[in-house]
């Protein structure tokens, strides 16, 4: 089983609509999660950290279950500027997995 | 403030060679990483180390080798480079082992 596992997608949306998608991982020791953004097989950027209580950056918000292991991105009123591959990456003893990453499309 | 840095961008080899992608970051950040990402399997971590002369192996390490003198280095070389080697590297590096990484551009190595 990989350590992290995401729906590849595509999500293909008209701006403006909302768009939520999950991602799995499997050591329920791990201690830190991000969500990161990669466009056109360019170097991953932060997005966002995602922390126990559930956190929000504007129209993207992210949620942590660990109980069930998975953690979530929403993003409201898509935007044109939001089409990129979202990686989620939990931290393992002290290095980094990442999943291979959710394709949003958003059309005008 | 140039960040993270890696060169080449850009290197095609011939099988057989020997080749070493660098890495510099002027941050002095304690850890650094090598991934390769290739289509279909994300990126997958080659190589990390947690301060200089500490190195250790990732998920895919076989057929690289990698050092770590400085702080602000960290080369990878790929002693023998194989067709199946062919990827995009990524170097980044982090202030503690639970922070986020700060990834350099990318080096795209075509074997041929």
């Known amino acids: 089983r990989k350590e992290v596992e995401q729906d590849p997608g595509p999500f293909n949306v008209p701006e403006g609509a909302t768009v939520a998608f999950n991602c799995t991982y499997s050591?329920?020791?791990?201690?830190?999660f991000f969500w990161y953004r990669q466009d056109c097989r360019k170097e991953p950027k932060l997005l966002m950290s995602?922390?126990?209580s559930g956190n929000e950056d504007g129209r993207f918000t992210a949620q942590l279950n660990r109980a069930s292991q998975y953690i979530s991105l929403l993003i409201r009123d898509s935007k044109l500027s939001d089409s990129a591959t979202y990686l989620c990456?939990?931290?393992?003893?002290?290095?980094?997995?990442f999943g291979a990453g959710t394709t949003v499309t958003v059309r005008a | 403030d140039a960040g993270i840095t890696q060169s080449p961008r850009y290197k095609i080899t011939e099988t057989g060679r020997q080749v070493t992608l660098m890495c510099h970051q002027t941050w002095s950040h304690s850890y650094m990483f090598w991934y390769r990402q290739d289509l279909g399997h994300g990126l997958r971590l080659i190589y990390y180390s947690a301060a200089a002369d500490i190195t250790d192996k990732g998920e895919v390490p076989d057929g690289y080798v990698v050092s770590r003198s400085k702080t602000e280095n960290f080369p990878l070389t790929l002693e023998s480079a194989t067709r199946s080697q062919t990827s995009v590297y990524f170097c980044?590096?982090?202030?503690?082992?639970?922070?986020?990484?700060?990834f350099g551009q990318g080096t795209r190595l075509t074997v041929v």
């Open positions: 995602v922390y126990s």
């Open positions: 050591n329920s020791a791990s201690q830190s």
């Open positions: 980044a590096s982090s202030v503690t082992d639970g922070a986020e990484a700060f």
């Open positions: 990456v939990v931290n393992n003893d002290y290095k980094l997995s």
